[in-house]
């Protein structure tokens, strides 16, 4: 069994997206952190808005993509509000995606 690492748990990330904005949530700057100890992941994240209605299922499913990752046994989700998001946040590619630029 190999070890748990910083990309796999990103790659299996960016499989993950807020249901209302077609861009992963890597891609979108929602992630600010991953931690990994032995076989336990923690995903640091926010979301685009405070009052987002869709935080509880935006945090399980990350939470559930993360623990099929190979040698992950479990994970968590913490889900912060400091520094809050912005649109500047998001890659260049979601920009793109988002008719952002110009």
């Given amino acids: 069994m190999s070890?748990?690492?910083e990309e796999h748990v990103y790659e299996a990330l960016k499989e993950c997206y807020d249901p209302?904005?077609?861009?992963?949530?890597v891609n979108l700057g929602l992630v600010y952190g991953v931690t990994i100890v032995d076989d336990w992941?923690?995903?640091?994240m926010t979301l685009t808005a405070p009052g987002c209605p869709m935080s509880n299922m935006i945090s399980q499913m990350v939470k559930e993509r993360v623990k099929r990752v190979p040698s992950?046994?479990?994970?968590?989700v913490r889900?912060?509000?400091?520094?809050?998001?912005n649109p500047s946040m998001m890659t260049e590619d979601?920009?793109?995606k988002l008719g952002w630029n110009k």
């Avoid at 992950?72 to 968590?76: E, F, L, M, R, S």
């Fill in 41 to 44: 992941v923690g995903v640091k």
């Fill in 72 to 76: 992950v046994g479990d994970a968590d």
């Fill in 3 to 5: 070890a748990v690492t």
């Fill in 20 to 25: 209302e904005i077609p861009v992963d949530i």
């Fill in 79 to 85: 889900i912060v509000w400091e520094p809050a998001w």
């Fill in 94 to 96: 979601a920009k793109k």
